[in-house]
């Protein structure tokens, strides 16, 4: 025991050591520099017990109905931990998520801190960290926002009054998307009349945006409050909707207030 408990010992010391140096590797990717400590650590640890029985006398092929007996209850017992092991390995070697990637997963959104071998270790924009089974990622529908590029498109929808031009609000609503920080001058915000409303004309104005992992509410946010600024500088109004009830009392008579 004291043999084996030592042979242990120095294997998770050998194996943190390499895990340290690989993670420091510039010439690795991230997923590559998670999967080869994971594998080192797993590897060194099964080679110092099997060493160890081997030292004290032990015939490790004595144990090999033993092991097939055991191997088939833990593959029972532990399906879900085993699932999530191999998933961990299947998203390190195809790279569809790696630290630092800006992910949503079933309502949650946020980037990616650690890949760890039965959970992905995810940070939401409130300083929430979710511990997400490694199986979701391969079983569930996952959009990575910055897989194969940084770029993000966002959609903001909005109306303004029937007496001002559309061509002018298309003008306006650009120049006020490119004003704010995060938006992309680069690639150029488009605005495009969608409709005409029971009380508007509806546009969508749609920019990018490089760092998503910032959030996506804030910068939608203040490219509203651009709008606005923009709009009731330049004269143009936001409608709301108007109704109009009628209220009938006992003789039959009606009278109409406009409704807000």
């Not at 081997?54 to 699932?83: C, E, P, R, Y």
């Amino acid at each position: 025991m004291l043999l084996l408990a030592a042979t242990v010992w120095l294997a998770v010391v050998i194996g943190n050591y390499v895990d340290e140096r690989v993670r420091i590797s510039e010439e690795l990717t991230p997923s590559i520099r998670v999967l080869i400590g994971k594998v080192a650590k797993i590897g060194l640890v099964l080679v110092a017990g099997a060493f160890a029985l081997s030292a004290v006398g032990v015939d490790l092929t004595a144990l090999t109905v033993f092991s097939g007996a055991i191997g088939v209850g833990l593959a029972f017992g532990l399906q879900k931990v085993v699932s999530n092991f191999v998933s961990g390995m299947i998203i390190l070697l195809d790279k569809s998520i790696k630290p630092g990637d800006t992910i949503s997963l079933e309502g949650t959104f946020g980037w990616i801190r650690e890949l760890r071998a039965r959970f992905v270790s995810v940070v939401t924009r409130d300083g929430r960290e979710y511990l997400i089974p490694n199986e979701d990622f391969i079983t569930q529908r996952v959009i990575n926002w910055s897989f194969s590029d940084n770029l993000v498109r966002l959609d903001v929808d909005f109306g303004v009054s029937y007496d001002a031009d559309p061509h002018k609000v298309s003008e306006l609503a650009i120049e006020a998307a490119i004003s704010v920080g995060r938006v992309e001058a680069d690639r150029r915000p488009v605005c495009w009349l969608t409709g005409f409303g029971d009380s508007s004309l509806n546009f969508v104005l749609r920019f990018w945006i490089r760092d998503p992992q910032q959030g996506l509410t804030n910068v939608r946010g203040k490219v509203l409050l651009a709008l606005w600024d923009t709009f009731k500088k330049n004269g143009i109004g936001i409608p709301y909707p108007h109704r109009e009830i009628i209220v009938r009392d006992g003789a039959g008579q009606k009278g109409n207030w406009a409704a807000r």
